[in-house]
Structures are given as structure tokens and as C-alpha cells.
């Protein structure tokens, strides 16, 4: 009866092995963010909601561009089922400030607070 439940785990593990992969997805857009000295670096983690923000302006979530009605309804959604819902926002060094403060506005009318930004480490 050892056949069973290895097969229950090997569905398991690919399960977790596709979810990680869609994790770690985000961050391989082509968004340079800016360095920090002092960065801590995290490891991404399934449900984690990241807004990139692209050298041009445009926002995308989730491998998809979003206007910013679009994002804002994402974000009541997200803020209604889940309150602490933390958002991480990715904006791209050479993008205009203004773009991220819009970003930021729209997380506060969604009522999202729990705002962080992504930074990398400085080449060595």
C-alpha cells in the first residue's frame, strides 16, 4: 500500500514545484529597480502581489498590463478578502516618480496600506 502515497506525494511535489515557479515569475520582468546599500533581501512567496512599474509608466500585474480602474479594482478585491493583503511595488529606476505616487494613491483608495518597495543590492 506504499504505491498509493508515493504518487499522492509526487502529485504534491509537482503541484508546489508550479506554484513556486509562478512565484518567482514576477520578478523576472524587465524592471530595474533601483539599489540600496542596506536592501534585505526576501524570497518571494506563493500569493505574493507585486505591481511592477516599467521604465515607460505602464503597470503590470501578474503578466498583465493594468490601467489604473483596472488596477484599482484589483486592489478592492484583494483588500476585501484578505485586509493585511502587503503589496510590493516595483518601480523601475529611470520611470518618473509621478507614476509611483499613482500607484500609491491607488493603493490607499483600495485601502491597502501595507506598501513596500523593491530595491536590489549594489554590484560587487
Known amino acids: 500500500m506504499i504505491a498509493p502515497m508515493v504518487d499522492i506525494l509526487l502529485v ?20 530595474r529597480v533601483p539599489t540600496a546599500t542596506k536592501a534585505n533581501e526576501t524570497q518571494p ?4 502581489v ?14 498583465q498590463q493594468k490601467n489604473p480602474s483596472e488596477l484599482l479594482e484589483l ?10 493583503q502587503a503589496v510590493i511595488v516595483r518601480g523601475d529606476q529611470a520611470v518618473d516618480y509621478k507614476h509611483i505616487v499613482d500607484v500609491l494613491d ?14 536590489g543590492k549594489p554590484d560587487q
Open 12 to 31: 504534491v511535489l509537482v503541484f508546489f514545484i508550479v506554484t513556486w515557479n509562478f512565484a518567482l515569475s514576477e520578478n523576472e520582468l524587465d524592471v
Open 106 to 119: 491607488i493603493c490607499r483608495q483600495a485601502d491597502i496600506w501595507n506598501v513596500a518597495f523593491a530595491t
Open 50 to 63: 507585486v505591481i511592477n512599474i516599467t521604465a515607460n509608466g505602464s503597470v503590470i500585474v501578474n503578466r
Open 75 to 84: 486592489l478592492k478585491k484583494l483588500s476585501q478578502l484578505y485586509p493585511d
Open 45 to 48: 512567496y506563493v500569493g505574493q
